[in-house]
């Protein structure tokens, strides 16, 4: 099993920049990426960026540019690093480790962007 836990999330104005951690717990060997959603009310979470353990990295158009998704060879601790922020890229932002065939997700994280 593995454990997810998010944080960094916060109220920042647009233009502004916040960076998310994700660090995991448990059978962290087993890892195989980790990815970011994010879901406003009403909707469905969408994927945002994603990480594998050889490091190759996606990310939604919306964001390429100016998220950056990183982390360390084990994927224990990943990164979104989130710059030029706009009001719709408020929404919760859930971190999801997949492995062994099965996948975990962390509590999830607000983040904020208004003026």
């Known amino acids: 099993q593995v454990q997810v836990v998010e944080s960094g999330g916060g109220l920042v104005q647009p233009g502004g920049s916040l960076r998310l951690s994700c660090v995991t717990s448990g059978s962290i060997f087993s890892i195989y990426s980790m990815n970011w959603y994010r879901q406003t009310p009403g909707n469905q979470r969408s994927l945002v960026a994603g990480?594998?353990?050889?490091?190759?990295?996606n990310y939604a158009d919306s964001v390429k540019g100016r998220f950056t998704t990183s982390g360390d060879s084990a994927l224990n601790t990943v990164y979104l690093q989130m710059n030029s922020l706009k009001p719709e890229d408020t929404a919760v932002y859930y971190c999801n480790a997949v492995y062994g065939g099965t996948n975990t997700w962390g509590q999830g994280t607000q983040v904020t962007v208004s003026p």
């Open positions: 990480i594998t353990r050889d490091g190759r990295t």
